[in-house]
């Protein structure tokens, strides 16, 4: 598992390195001491992984985490406990507190693991890039979406549809639909097509979350979405769906 460590003292990424040093399950490839160098640091090694301090100059982890189109796994890493209950709103998968015992990381480690073997995500290539590459998003990504004070941290597989409305795109998920500032244009273009199918001019759906397929009007396809949604395909995209699926 590949790590990158974001803090802005560098005796801490000093010591998390150390710490990390008695787990061969996980390489450190990268450091960056505020959310700037962070983005980069994400660009140039595709991490699976980031020790993420919550207060630096600038922007803080959060505010870092916002600003991704998409988030490897985070562990949070803090002087101050204060901020545990937001880091588990966003999913993270541990919070540790400084200074870190090695006893507490071994429960994380283990926490990591546990995880990586439930994903199966896969191993980076020889040149160091993740298979997953930072193009397209695929099912395993995780993503962090923001509506108002609320926010989440999800795996993409777990988006069953994908709703224009203006500006903004309803992202539905089992029993949540948050609003996003992100035309469907534009996550179209990221979103990998295997399995997130444009269905018409304002739907993008899951294709894995497709409950049951039925001929329409006009020679459309109607789809039932987990969840209870209805699709209705446009006529070309209904012939690219059959092309595709030999239906």
């Known amino acids: 598992?590949?790590?990158?460590?974001?803090?802005?003292?560098?005796?801490?990424?000093?010591?998390?390195?150390?710490?990390?040093?008695?787990?061969?399950?996980?390489?450190?490839?990268?450091?960056?001491?505020?959310?700037?160098?962070?983005?980069?640091?994400?660009?140039?090694?595709?991490?699976?992984?980031?020790?993420?301090?919550?207060?630096?100059?600038?922007?803080?982890?959060?505010?870092?985490?916002?600003?991704?189109?998409?988030?490897?796994?985070?562990?949070?890493?803090?002087?101050?406990?204060?901020?545990?209950?937001?880091?588990?709103?966003?999913?993270?998968?541990?919070?540790?507190?400084?200074?870190?015992?090695?006893?507490?990381?071994?429960?994380?480690?283990?926490?990591?693991?546990?995880?990586?073997?439930?994903?199966?995500?896969?191993?980076?290539?020889?040149?160091?890039?993740?298979?997953?590459?930072?193009?397209?998003?695929?099912?395993?990504?995780r993503v962090f979406l923001k509506d108002g004070d609320r926010i989440w941290f999800v795996e993409l597989g777990q988006v069953r549809l994908f709703e224009s409305a203006d500006n903004y795109t309803q992202v539905h998920l089992e029993g949540e639909s948050p609003m996003i500032l992100r035309s469907l244009n534009e996550l179209e273009e990221r979103l990998d097509p295997e399995v997130f199918f444009r269905a018409n001019r304002s739907q993008i759906v899951n294709l894995t979350a497709v409950r049951a397929i039925h001929s329409w009007f006009g020679g459309r396809l109607m789809a039932e979405v987990q969840g209870g949604h209805e699709v209705v395909m446009s006529r070309r995209r209904a012939r690219e769906f059959r092309d595709r699926m030999s239906v």
């Open 1 to 141: 598992m590949r790590a990158l460590l974001v803090d802005d003292e560098r005796l801490a990424r000093q010591e998390m390195r150390r710490l990390l040093a008695a787990h061969p399950g996980i390489r450190v490839v990268g450091e960056a001491a505020n959310a700037d160098e962070a983005r980069a640091a994400l660009r140039k090694h595709d991490p699976d992984l980031l020790f993420l301090d919550v207060q630096m100059p600038g922007e803080s982890g959060f505010e870092l985490l916002e600003s991704l189109d998409s988030v490897p796994r985070v562990v949070f890493t803090t002087a101050y406990d204060e901020f545990a209950l937001r880091a588990f709103e966003v999913s993270a998968v541990d919070y540790l507190v400084k200074p870190i015992e090695p006893a507490r990381l071994a429960q994380t480690v283990e926490r990591l693991g546990d995880g990586e073997r439930a994903s199966g995500r896969d191993e980076p290539g020889e040149d160091g890039s993740s298979a997953t590459g930072s193009r397209l998003l695929r099912q395993e990504d």
